[in-house]
């Protein structure tokens, strides 16, 4: 018989990722990354995202809605706790039709998505009203900018 989850201090530490949210930065990944500057062709990302518990509080759902110069890029993120490990993770759903899976490790207000070929760290600041979210991604072996951005809280 499997245990049935119980909530805990870690389910309520990703209440930070909750309510609406307003971004801007700018992407990398769709670039030309050659040469001494991988940032030097980066594109303007304005986005907006909001995170809200599904019914029972085990997962939050964040929904985003990104412009990229003029491209559209959308994701769905579901983050959890796996019971089993009780280690953070993250499914992402895209509208190009990728899906990708994440651990996330916390240390204070630092939380780190790790996946196969990209990362993530995302940093809260003013009193968890403002993300600081720098995404990477490796090309061979080497790990290169993918986008930065800096979120702000608006509810």
Same mark, same amino acid.
């Given at each position: 018989?499997?245990?049935?989850?119980?909530?805990? #201090?870690?389910?309520?530490?990703?209440?930070?990722?909750?309510?609406?949210?307003?971004?801007?930065?700018?992407? &990398?990944?769709?670039?030309?990354?050659?040469?001494?500057?991988?940032? #030097?062709?980066?594109?303007?990302?304005?986005?907006?995202?909001?995170?809200?518990?599904? %019914?029972?509080?085990?997962?939050?759902? @964040?929904?985003?809605?990104?412009? $990229? #110069?003029?491209?559209?890029?959308?994701?769905?993120? $579901?983050?959890?706790?796996?019971?089993?490990?009780? @280690? &953070?993770?993250?499914?992402?759903?895209? /509208?190009?039709?990728? &899906?990708?899976?994440? @651990? $996330?490790?916390?240390?204070?207000?630092?939380?780190?998505?790790?996946?196969?070929?990209?990362?993530?760290?995302? %940093?809260?600041?003013? /009193? /968890?009203?403002?993300? /600081?979210?720098?995404?990477?991604?490796?090309?061979?072996?080497?790990?290169?900018?993918?986008?930065?951005?800096?979120?702000?809280?608006?509810?």
């Amino acid at each position: 018989m499997i245990d049935t989850p119980t909530r805990n #201090a870690q389910h309520e530490a990703l209440d930070v990722f909750l309510g609406k949210w307003t971004a801007r930065g700018m992407s &990398y990944g769709g670039t030309d990354q050659s040469g001494h500057d991988p940032k #030097a062709n980066g594109e303007p990302w304005i986005s907006t995202h909001e995170g809200a518990w599904h %019914t029972g509080s085990f997962f939050l759902v @964040q929904d985003e809605r990104a412009d $990229i #110069a003029a491209s559209r890029f959308d994701t769905l993120n $579901i983050f959890g706790v796996d019971t089993e490990t009780d @280690q &953070y993770f993250l499914r992402s759903f895209e /509208n190009h039709g990728f &899906y990708r899976n994440y @651990q $996330i490790a916390r240390v204070g207000d630092v939380w780190t998505l790790t996946g196969d070929a990209e990362r993530a760290t995302t %940093t809260f600041a003013d /009193n /968890n009203r403002t993300q /600081n979210i720098v995404w990477e991604w490796k090309r061979g072996n080497v790990w290169l900018p993918l986008c930065d951005r800096i979120a702000v809280r608006v509810d």
